[in-house]
């Protein structure tokens, strides 16, 4: 039965868009806590954790993101571990996450100069040290405009998960679309969601980054 684009769709777009915000959070936070790990193990003195942690990043950069949530949907049950399509999308998007930010991040932490990890050294700071209170807080501020830039791309890669059957903004848009013949204000009105949310981080990134380069 076709339907008129009531307030009933608006509120179905508008859930997806905040289920969108959600598992981007999710993602970008578990995405955080795994690429520092990466970035660590990127720029290690050990070279065969570098190697496995480049060989991790080259996969996942280096495969679809589609391809990524394929694997962890029907590859975990073939492990023996049903999930339900929320989770296998954040585990999905987590390691895609990693795998990016980690590689950001380990540009932001071979960028500052080498001269502070050796005076950091010299007074007599072991490693987790050095890296907590010297290197990674000015690889912070040297990376924080390409993450945020990442930031922007994964939210508009979610859409993705709809090809999975989970219902984020652009598959709310798309049963709306389909229920009430009514595409184009559909769609509008997910693509407007989408700018709301992305242009004011695009903006913050571009803005950071013209005061890196303002300062350097």
């Known amino acids: 039965m076709i339907r008129d684009f009531g307030l009933l769709e608006v509120l179905s777009i508008l859930q997806g868009m905040w289920t969108t915000l ?7 936070i578990g995405g955080g806590v795994f690429g520092t790990l990466v970035a660590l193990a990127r720029t290690s003195a050990w070279k065969w954790l570098r190697a496995l942690a480049g060989a991790y990043i ?8 589609l391809m990524q949530l394929f694997l962890v949907y029907y590859g975990l049950p073939v492990f ?6 929320w989770t296998a999308v954040a585990i999905g998007l987590t390691l895609h996450a990693s795998a990016f930010l980690g590689e ?4 932001g932490i071979q960028a500052v100069p080498k001269g502070q990890s050796e005076a950091a050294s010299a007074l007599g700071l072991r490693y987790v040290s050095r890296m907590r209170d010297v290197v990674l807080p000015q690889a912070v501020k040297l990376s924080f405009a390409p993450t945020i830039g990442f930031l922007v791309q994964l ?21 709306a679309a ?17 700018f709301a949310i992305c242009f004011p981080l695009s903006r913050l990134s571009a803005r950071y ?3 890196f380069a303002t300062n350097t």
């Open 209 to 211: 980054e013209r005061r």
């Open 80 to 85: 023996g571990y049903h999930v339900s399509a």
């Open 155 to 175: 939210i508009k890669g979610t859409s993705l998960a709809a090809i999975i059957g989970f219902v984020e903004l652009s598959r709310s848009a798309q049963i």
């Open 178 to 194: 389909s229920t009430t013949y009514k595409p184009l204000i559909a769609y509008g009105l997910a693509a407007a969601c989408y």
């Open 22 to 28: 959600a598992l981007s959070a999710v993602a970008f």
């Open 104 to 107: 950001i991040w380990r540009g």
């Open 58 to 65: 080259d996969f996942f950069q280096g495969t679809p993101m």
